[in-house]
């Protein structure tokens, strides 16, 4: 039945029964979200498969809500944008968390979902702009929707990667935005309060649980190395972190300010020292080298360092291949590095290749040390392959050009399964997706973990 433009406008009442259902159906999605894997696609579509379902279990539920006519399905939008606001909470939980549902993947689904409250968010106002007696602008239900949209588009907007990769400090201030439109949201429909006071009062734990072990990781700085390229290797101790190879962590340094920024930790757990290799990208970054780089006197034992995690965990349990080939492009190197020393150290591994893609010699610089003492430490098992990509090699050591990742794994194949990791572009990890999933075989499996850190 088409829906018709309502005889009498007014403030509508609110499907109450209808909010309910789509907060708990949304919310019962989580676990598919979390932990299952449809193994049956392709590695690089299970994601947005998740996604897809995610999606438009979404689109049923505003279509199909009892309405009979257009502002009650704009009612209907709003409701289910605000449904999915537990989920959204409880993904971001870094302390009380399952040991399965890893934050660096749980990321990925609270993104999407921000994006499709937005939506449905934009949806659930302009169904009501063409109504003629729609309620003025100045009630406070109306200004605290307006302020809540407005602290929605712009937190949105940039949590765009283009700012989450590049001006990281925007991207992480303006998230607290969300306050604006959470209170807004539920100021506007005093229902919202209620189904998002618990997850709230979750993450309002969850963040202060967190406070209290972060201060206990205070940490004690042992050395800073100023690499190429803008590249600063930050090397400390701390008796209370303990953490897994390809981990990262958030770290504060007052030095710089109150900011909290994520970075990979590039040591393995069997190292003395604890290592993180921080390349100057955005402003956080930048002005971190600049002052560690001009302040030649700098006092190590001044300058106090905090760390939240570690997070993070790989979808392939490389200890249980004795083949393993590691894909890198740039300083897209660091979780690999962590993962190259573990398994050398700690497993029966029989053979593991590194296939490294950079533009300079010099950027090498950033990891040769390692490298060297670990090839030199593990002959005949780890395997280096370093590519130029920029211009031709000085060195009989460096492979010129891009490496060609179909031709690798299809001369992996052979009796046994290879567990396979990546960090690098997004074509990169798609040229090893789709090489692994092209040359697996029964005998041969290619097991795939992609390193995308993606905050």
């Keep these: 039945m088409a829906l018709e433009p309502p005889a009498t406008t007014g403030v509508l009442p609110v499907n109450t029964p209808g909010a309910w259902i789509a907060t708990i159906t949304l919310l019962s999605l989580l676990p598919i979200l979390i932990y299952t894997e449809p193994t049956f696609l392709p590695p690089r579509y299970r994601t947005p498969a998740k996604l897809m379902l995610y999606g438009s279990v979404n689109v049923i539920l505003v279509a199909c809500l009892p309405q009979t006519n257009i502002l009650e399905f704009g009612v209907n939008a709003g409701l289910v944008a605000t449904g999915n606001l537990p989920g959204l909470l409880l993904l971001v939980l870094r302390k009380m968390r399952t040991p399965k549902q890893d934050f660096a993947s749980t990321i990925v689904y609270h993104r999407w979902i921000g994006r499709i409250i937005t939506g449905l968010s934009l949806l659930h106002g302009l169904t009501f702009l063409g109504d003629p007696n729609r309620p003025s602008a100045k009630t406070t239900s109306l200004i605290a929707a307006n302020i ?3 602290a929605l588009v712009v937190l949105t907007t940039f949590s765009h990667s283009i700012f989450r990769r590049k001006q990281f400090e925007l991207f992480y201030y303006t998230h607290f935005l969300y306050l604006f439109y959470i ?28 406070k209290y072990m972060t201060y206990r990781n205070a ?22 972190f303990k953490y897994k190879a390809g981990q990262f962590a958030w770290f504060q340094f007052p030095h710089i300010g109150a900011q909290w920024h994520p970075f990979t930790i590039s040591s393995y757990p069997q190292d003395k020292y604890i290592t993180i290799n921080i390349k100057g990208l955005g402003g956080y970054t930048k002005k971190f080298i600049e002052m560690v780089g001009s302040d030649k006197a700098l006092n190590l034992a001044e300058f106090p360092i905090f760390i939240d995690g570690p997070y993070g965990a790989t979808s392939v349990d490389f200890r249980q291949h004795s083949h393993v080939v590691l ?27 590194l296939i490294w893609a950079i533009q300079e010699e010099d950027q090498y610089e950033w990891f040769s040390e390692e490298l060297v003492r670990l090839h ?38 052979r009796s046994g399964h290879w567990g396979v990791g990546v960090c690098g572009s997004d074509s990169l990890m798609a040229d090893v997706n789709y090489a692994a999933y092209k040359h697996s075989t029964k005998e041969c499996k290619f097991y795939v973990h992609n390193e995308t850190f993606t905050l």
């Design 376 to 413: 030199a430490k593990h002959q005949g098992k780890l395997i280096l392959e370093v590519y130029l990509t920029r211009r031709a090699p000085s060195a009989e050591f460096f492979l010129a050009g891009r490496p060609k990742i179909d031709n690798i794994i299809r001369g992996l194949v």
């Design 327 to 353: 894909f890198a492009g740039g300083i897209g190197i660091t979780p690999l590095i962590s993962q190259i020393g573990d398994l050398l150290e700690s497993s029966a591994l029989k053979e593991i290749r």
């Design 183 to 210: 209170i807004g949201a539920a100021v506007h429909q005093p229902l919202i309060a209620i189904y998002i006071a618990p997850p709230m009062a979750l993450y309002m734990a969850d963040k202060l649980y967190g």
């Design 219 to 240: 940490a004690i700085v042992r050395d800073i190395l100023i690499l190429p390229h803008n590249v600063i290797r930050l090397t400390f101790s701390c008796a209370t």
């Design 148 to 150: 809540a949209f407005a």
